[in-house]
């Protein structure tokens, strides 16, 4: 079984920046995709980035320029550089992954718990 497990959020000043960590964890897989999302109360969860597992990464609108969605395959990590943060980035990031589990011979979707991110002064 695959287990993803993020890392990094925190309470940080508006223009500052934090990189979160998604850890997976498990025995032989490999990613063909991973993606950030993101989601307040009340709201929807939203997309924010994606990233192919070859490093090709595209991103929501409202982040584009200010963070930055690489996977290290090798260590099974995916990582969000976030920079010049503003109060609406405020929310829990999930990390999302697209696994085929050698294993079980089965591919899926597996999620992570969340990490409050906060944006305040």
């Known amino acids: 079984q695959v287990q993803l497990v993020e890392s990094g959020g925190g309470l940080v000043q508006p223009g500052g920046s934090l990189t979160l960590s998604c850890a997976a964890s498990?025995?032989?897989?490999?990613?063909?995709?991973a993606a950030w999302y993101r989601q307040t109360p009340g709201k929807q969860r939203e997309l924010v980035a994606s990233i192919s597992g070859a490093g090709h990464a595209n991103y929501a609108d409202f982040v584009k320029g200010r963070f930055t969605c690489s996977i290290d395959i090798s260590k099974k990590m995916v990582y969000l550089q976030m920079n010049s943060l503003e109060p609406d980035d405020t929310a829990v990031y999930y990390c999302t992954a697209d696994i085929y589990s050698f294993s079980s011979a089965s591919r899926r979707d597996y999620w992570g718990q969340g990490t409050q991110v906060t944006v305040s002064s």
């Open positions: 498990g025995s032989s897989f490999t990613f063909y995709s």
